[in-house]
């Protein structure tokens, strides 16, 4: 493993593997079912003007996201370089931080910090310092959109070890900050006839509530 970064995991996605999974997570049909689920979660977000995503990739949900709010405010995270060059010729997103989400810090804070697919490929040592940036870096909502499970388990992800981890993401989130309330949740198929997703659970997560 290089100096540059913590964890294999951050390396493996940084590197050639990280490349490879931009040719496969492209297109309209991607975007048409990001544009399905995150009308629902951004329904429960009515007033929020900002949003930065943790591990944006070449930005298919940002762009989901601009097509339902055009005026949002988008920042985003992104390790790989190849991807951080699709990033900025797209155009969408104000700031761009080309860093592994490890070392994100930022002094100010979003409406909703957003994450999607990332915490599932997060070294489980480091969980507690991304759900710690995720939470400064939300002004009121936290968006999580993972694989779910109900209990720790690390799954063989396209042949390789050590590189996919299913848990209960959220929940995790709920207990090590009690000011967090559920605001919605729900289930994406992979089998849905019209807008299929791989499995995933989603969150809507409200910071402060009363």
Request: proline share 4%; charged share 25%; with cysteine.
């Amino acid at each position: 493993m290089s100096e540059r970064f913590k964890t294999d995991q951050e390396e493996f996605w940084a590197g050639k593997f990280g490349d490879d999974y931009i040719a496969r997570n492209g297109g309209d049909a991607l975007l048409g079912s990001n544009i399905s689920f995150l009308a629902k979660m951004l329904n429960r977000c009515p007033q929020a003007k900002s949003l930065i995503e943790f591990g944006a990739n070449i930005g298919m949900n940002l762009r989901g996201i601009r097509a339902l709010r055009p005026q949002m405010e988008l920042d985003a995270i992104e390790i790989n370089a190849m991807a951080v060059d699709e990033l900025r010729a797209w155009g969408g997103a104000k700031q761009i931080y080309h860093q592994s989400v490890l070392d994100f810090q930022s002094d100010r804070t979003w409406d909703i910090a957003f994450i999607k697919g990332v915490l599932i490929h997060i070294n489980p040592d480091f969980l507690p310092q991304v759900y710690e940036s995720l939470f400064r870096a939300s002004g009121r909502y936290i968006l999580v959109v993972e694989y779910y499970n109900p209990t720790p388990v690390e799954i063989n992800y396209r042949g390789h070890s050590g590189k996919l981890f299913k848990r209960d993401f959220a929940g995790e989130m709920l207990d090590k900050f009690p000011s967090l309330r559920v605001v919605d949740y729900g289930f994406v198929w992979k089998r849905d006839p019209v807008f299929p997703q791989d499995d995933l659970t989603w969150f809507v997560l409200e910071k402060n509530a009363r």
